[in-house]
C-alpha cells in the first residue's frame, strides 16, 4: 500500500516571502506520479503542480516548484512570493497506474496561511 | 458546463436513510473518481469509472457503497443506510485521457451529515 505524509498540518508565511511544504511518501513502485493540490475555503480542489516519478527535473509553474528527490521519497512544495490568494489546504497525492484503472493516495494537508 | 458540478451541495441525513449524490463531469472527460473526505483529513479514493465501466471500487467502505455511469457522463454515488460515520464531504473528479494521468478537475464536493 502506498501512504503519503505531510508532517506540517499548519504553516504560515508573510506575503511575498516563501515557504517550502513538505512531503513524502512510501511506495514499492518505480513508475508513479506526484502532485500538489490546492484546496481554497470554497472547498473546489485545484491542481498546483505535478511531477512524473520518472522525470528527473523538477517540475515547475510560475512561483511554484517542487524538489523531487526519489530516492528519499520526498516531494516538497516551494511557493515563492507568496500572494493572500495563496491562503488554502494544501495536499500531496501519490497516483499509480493499474491495468484496471488509477488509484490517488492523498496526504491530510497542510493549512498555509499567508500574512498581509 | 465549465467545470464539475455536484448536488445536492449539502445533504442531512437521518441513520438509516438511503442517500444518492450526484456528479456532473466534464463534458467529453472519459475518467471519473469518487473520494470522501473526512473532517480535518485528505481525500481517500473511493472508485474510478473509465466511461460507463467502474474499473476499480475497492476504495468503497463497505457493501452500503454503490456507484454508477449508467451512460459513461453522469455518475451518481448511493450510500444505503446511512451510518454517522459516513458524515463526510464526497468529492467527485474527472479527467479527460483514459489513463487519468492527465489534470483531474474537482467539484465543490457534497457534504453529507447524518444524524
Known amino acids: 500500500a502506498q501512504t503519503v505524509t505531510q508532517s506540517q498540518p499548519e504553516m504560515s508565511v508573510q506575503e511575498a516571502e516563501t515557504v517550502t511544504l513538505s512531503c513524502t511518501y512510501d511506495?514499492?513502485?518505480?513508475?508513479?506520479?506526484l502532485f500538489w493540490y490546492k484546496q481554497p475555503p470554497s472547498r473546489q480542489m485545484i491542481l498546483v503542480i505535478r511531477q512524473e516519478a520518472y522525470k528527473q527535473q523538477n517540475a515547475t509553474e510560475n512561483r511554484f516548484s517542487v524538489n523531487f528527490q526519489k530516492a528519499a521519497k520526498s516531494f516538497s512544495l516551494k511557493i515563492s512570493d507568496s500572494q493572500l490568494g495563496d491562503t488554502a489546504m494544501y495536499f500531496c497525492?501519490?497516483?499509480?497506474?493499474?491495468?484496471?484503472?488509477?488509484?490517488?493516495?492523498f496526504g491530510t494537508g497542510t493549512s498555509l496561511t499567508v500574512i498581509p | 458546463g465549465a467545470g464539475v458540478s455536484q448536488s445536492p451541495r449539502y445533504k442531512v441525513a437521518k441513520r438509516g436513510q438511503d442517500v444518492a449524490l450526484r456528479c456532473d463531469p466534464i463534458s467529453g472527460h472519459v475518467s471519473l473518481f469518487w473520494y470522501q473526505q473526512a473532517l480535518g483529513q485528505g481525500p481517500e479514493f473511493l472508485t474510478y469509472f473509465q466511461n460507463e465501466a467502474q474499473l476499480d471500487k475497492s476504495g468503497l467502505p463497505s457493501d452500503r457503497f454503490f456507484a454508477e455511469r449508467p451512460e459513461g457522463s453522469v455518475s451518481t454515488l448511493k450510500i444505503q443506510r446511512t451510518q454517522q460515520e459516513d458524515s463526510a464531504v464526497y468529492l467527485c473528479a474527472s479527467s479527460f485521457p483514459t489513463s487519468g494521468t492527465d489534470t483531474q478537475y474537482f467539484g465543490p464536493g457534497t457534504r453529507l451529515t447524518v444524524l
Open positions: 497525492a501519490f497516483m499509480k497506474q493499474y491495468s484496471t484503472g488509477n488509484q490517488f493516495y
Open positions: 511506495t514499492s513502485e518505480n513508475n508513479y506520479y
